[in-house]
């Protein structure tokens, strides 16, 4: 995780579990204890974890909350995250689980495509999740938005209804396969007007100037 470099909050993140705090801090390059094996009964949703992950997608995308959630950076390797007009700090929540998925893409993108502009990440979700307008969902930290490829280099957005003549379908069908091929990844929800392939691949309305990658929920609750 290249987390936690930017932001109000600065390179820390909080982590509340059981009483105790603990922290992910950049900096210092330290992250929370493993959670243990055996824990506590009032800890049910952490059974048997034994990672350093305490992030928690609760309920489900259109109606869920985000628990122990992580931000992802303001950029980094082959991306750049753009808030647009939100404060800081308040729409680039998610699990570590999808933050890290993010990442993966990107070093592979930089890796693959040196030439090709990075990728832009938009909207994940709130700190705790819950309702994100205008979304129906982003409520649980397991989706991100991001911008379609343009064909001039450019990292700047693609509208399918102000300016379609940008638009790469190469490049941009280069993006989603390296999603596609992430096992996780349970939908991608895309603009009839991209002519985007694939098994995962959805058209739907209203996304006429992103993409929305959709996770796996780990409780099975897609
Ligand atoms: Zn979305």
Redesign the pocket.
């Known amino acids: 995780m290249e987390d936690e470099n930017a932001g109000i909050g600065g390179p820390v993140t909080t982590i509340n579990f059981e009483g105790n705090t603990y922290y992910y801090n950049k900096n210092t390059n330290t992250q929370p204890p493993m959670i243990p094996t055996t824990i506590s009964s009032s800890s049910l949703w952490y059974q048997n974890r034994g990672t350093h992950d305490y992030s928690l997608a609760r309920g489900i995308v259109s109606s869920g909350s985000l628990t122990n959630g992580l931000r992802i950076a303001n950029s980094g390797t082959g991306y750049w995250y753009w808030r647009g007009g939100d404060p800081e700090d308040t729409d680039n929540w998610g699990t570590l689980e999808l933050i890290n998925l993010v990442e993966r893409v990107a070093r592979e993108w930089r890796r693959l495509y040196p030439d090709y502009p990075i990728i832009t990440s938009m ?1 994940m979700s709130r700190k705790n999740g819950g309702t994100f307008l205008p ?1 129906t ?2 409520e649980n930290g397991l ?3 991001m911008r379609y490829i343009r064909n001039d280099g450019s990292s700047g957005e693609v509208d399918f209804n102000v300016n379609r003549g940008d638009y790469s379908q190469q490049r941009s069908q280069a993006l989603i396969d390296l999603f596609q091929n992430e096992s996780r990844v349970y939908k991608i ?1 895309v603009d009839s007007r991209a002519n985007l392939t694939g098994s995962k691949i959805q058209i739907v309305s209203g996304h006429h100037h ?1 993409f ?1 990658v959709w996770l796996y929920d780990p409780d099975g609750n897609n």
């Open positions: 909207d979304h969902q982003h989706e991100l938005d929800l992103h929305h």
